[in-house]
């Protein structure tokens, strides 16, 4: 099952509860930048980090950013990627929320989480909108000791 958020973003008032959601969730904690991973991740990213007034900085596939960049590279079900974060994009000390629609085996959020350690930010939290916990992404954000979030669940059928 494939799980999409691209109907939620269409609705007006679904994009609203949302990224107030989000935004709620983490408005008494001091952030400075929110990374949001490509591609829904900067959309959703993008609004929480203007509603919470702080910067956004994009995490993309190799080749994407046209600055000096780091990579990490990480494994999928059937192979490797790889994603970048510009060399500037994070001051050490940073306090930084890691933001995207779905995490699923956390691969992903963990070669981000990987980028931002690279730059010397601070992560605060995870925030997730779905979580597949049945496939353990939360779990090994958390077992390295990240705080982590999702507006919601979806079990395995």
Known sequence: ???????????PKGLQLLVDGLAEQYAKQKIDKIVGIEARGFVIGAAVAYKLGVGFV????????????????????????????HQDAITVGERV??????IATGGT???AVSLINQLGGNIIGCAFVIDLP?????QRLQ???????????????
């Open 109 to 111: 959020a963990m070669a």
């Open 134 to 138: 049945d496939l353990g992404g939360m």
């Open 143 to 157: 077992n390295i000791g990240l705080s982590t979030f999702a507006l919601c669940q979806f079990e395995g059928e």
């Open 97 to 102: 929320l890691l933001l995207d629609d779905l």
């Open 1 to 11: 099952m494939f799980r999409d958020i691209t109907t939620l973003l269409k609705d």
């Open 58 to 85: 994009p995490v993309r596939k190799s080749g994407k950013l046209p600055a000096q960049t780091f990579q990490q590279e990480y494994a999928l079900e059937y192979g490797s990627d790889v994603i970048e974060i």
